[in-house]
């Protein structure tokens, strides 16, 4: 199956920091979608993007699928911002569920 | 528009015995997938369902099986619980399948000793 890998697994960064996560997958793929999970476990969307970029807010994201990557970026970190961040793809048939990596675990600091 | 909601938030289980979990989908989906994830890992996909129907599939055993109801609500059903069942179980619902956006419930968290 479709393999997916997630960098830096931590990042530990100040208030204020600009960041940028990476996603790599290792097959095309028609679904892809970045994740922050808080505390609580719960997961919240912030892009479905299988390609192209997308912004929202302080958050933005890159996927240039012919090069299989996908890229978040967060400008001026704040505390609120720290949690776990997944990518997420789905490759092939109708029927496939999601392909996680194992997320970027993200501590911003005061 | 409502949201995927889940329940119960919490359970606690012994080793051999069943449990059922429950997912109401979002307003006007009709695609339930579900997903186990193990402390300090992503989750992983179990099944989907669409229009009643198990339609895909990940690598557990038959002893996980679930539901689709008429309403697009959902059922996870773990049978002969094992330790490592222990984990927090997300469902996530979508209009349509696999290449449409997932949008996800708040969880179980199934303990099991």
């Known amino acids: 199956g479709i393999q997916v890998e997630q960098s830096p697994p931590d990042l530990i960064l100040q208030e204020g920091a600009n960041s940028t996560l990476r996603c790599n997958f290792s097959?095309?793929?028609?679904?892809l979608q970045w994740f922050h999970q808080n505390p609580w476990g719960q997961l919240i969307n912030l892009f479905y993007?299988?390609?192209g970029t997308k912004q929202n807010g302080r958050l933005s994201a890159t996927t240039v699928a012919t090069e299989r990557y996908s890229l978040l970026y967060i400008s001026s970190s704040q505390t609120t911002d720290s949690g776990v961040y997944f990518c997420?793809?789905?490759?092939?048939?109708?029927?496939?569920?999601?392909?996680f990596g194992k997320g970027t675990h993200l501590i911003i600091q005061p | 528009e409502t949201g995927v909601t889940q329940s119960p938030t919490h359970l606690i289980k012994t080793r051999g015995q069943q449990v059922t979990l429950r997912c109401s989908s979002q307003?006007?989906?009709?695609?339930v997938s579900w997903y186990q994830q193990a402390l300090g890992q992503g989750p992983q996909f179990i099944f989907q369902?669409?229009?009643?129907?198990?339609?895909g599939r990940g690598n557990f055993p038959p002893r996980f099986s679930g539901l689709q109801f008429p309403n697009y609500s959902s059922e996870l059903n773990v049978n002969a619980l094992e330790l490592d069942d222990s984990a927090l179980y997300l469902c996530?619902?979508?209009?349509?399948?696999?290449?449409?956006?997932?949008?996800f419930g708040p969880g179980t968290r199934l303990t099991v000793t």
């Open positions: 993007i299988p390609s």
């Open positions: 307003s006007g989906h009709n695609t």
């Open positions: 097959d095309s793929v028609n679904n």
């Open positions: 996530a619902s979508s209009l349509g399948q696999g290449e449409r956006e997932q949008y």
């Open positions: 997420a793809v789905v490759s092939g048939g109708g029927a496939d569920g999601l392909t």
């Open positions: 369902y669409y229009r009643e129907e198990e339609n």
